[in-house]
């Protein structure tokens, strides 16, 4: 049972522009969410978190919305550089627990 | 800041044999985690420590493998024997974890593993 979903296994955004990657939940008890970019042959590096009292979190170019109510969630990344071109996961993270659950990923392709 | 360290970065064994994963997390983190990453399943947690004690191990697959970290700045994942399909890339990261959550984990860059 996939907990965490990104439906969207990848996206094509023109440099400059906004890249808008979408996250699902099905667990309402999730306390934390967390973004991860991934390159090839490196480890995740983690992006930004939100807990689930707030709706927006912004930090430089990354902001990531919560909508609790609809169990959804998205990254926005304005203006798009060629440098985000990497496979981006949404995880999560239950009340009292370290552990996290991770979607299966989206694969960003910023256009020069 | 050096961060996790994995080693080795690479291994290819044959099947049967005993495979070592190692890991360094960062100096003051204490709660450690091993990730498998597939095809298939995606990234999903095998095992975490904090205060070099296990405390959920639901995600190993198989008796095969086992986790140990007997000190603040070392763990192994080992897995025998080792069988074709645990070829994947295994993951280990840190934290430094407090009583309200959320923290960020901090990855290695894993160690790709492949099983003839």
């Known amino acids: 049972d996939q907990q965490v979903k990104q439906n969207s296994p990848s996206l094509s955004v023109q440099e400059g522009r906004i890249s808008i990657l979408n996250c699902d939940y099905t667990?309402?008890?999730?306390?934390?969410f967390l973004w991860y970019k991934k390159y090839p042959a490196e480890g995740p590096t983690f992006l930004i978190s939100?807990?689930?009292?707030?709706d927006k979190n912004e930090d430089g170019r990354f902001t990531v919305f919560l909508n609790k109510s609809a169990k959804h969630l998205s990254l926005h990344i304005v203006p798009s550089q060629p440098g985000d071109s990497a496979v981006y996961f949404c995880a999560a993270i239950l009340r009292g627990n370290e552990k996290l659950t991770f979607g299966t990923g989206t694969r960003l392709t910023i256009i020069p | 800041d050096a961060g996790v360290i994995q080693s080795p970065r690479h291994e290819v064994t044959e099947m049967g044999q005993e495979v070592t994963l190692r890991c360094k997390p960062i100096?003051?983190?204490?709660?450690l985690f091993w990730y498998r990453q597939t095809m298939m399943r995606g990234l999903e947690l095998l095992i975490y420590f904090n205060n070099n004690v296990p405390i959920d191990d639901s995600g190993m697959p198989e008796d095969r493998f086992s986790a140990k970290m007997p000190n603040a700045s070392f763990s192994t994942l080992k897995i025998q024997p080792s069988e074709p399909r645990d070829s994947a890339v295994y993951f280990c990261?840190?934290?430094?974890?407090?009583?309200?959550?959320?923290?960020?984990?901090?990855f290695g860059d894993g160690t790709r593993l492949s099983i003839l």
């Open positions: 939100i807990s689930s009292i707030k």
């Open positions: 100096s003051g983190h204490n709660s």
């Open positions: 990261a840190s934290s430094l974890a407090s009583g309200g959550g959320g923290q960020p984990q901090h």
């Open positions: 667990n309402s008890m999730f306390d934390y």
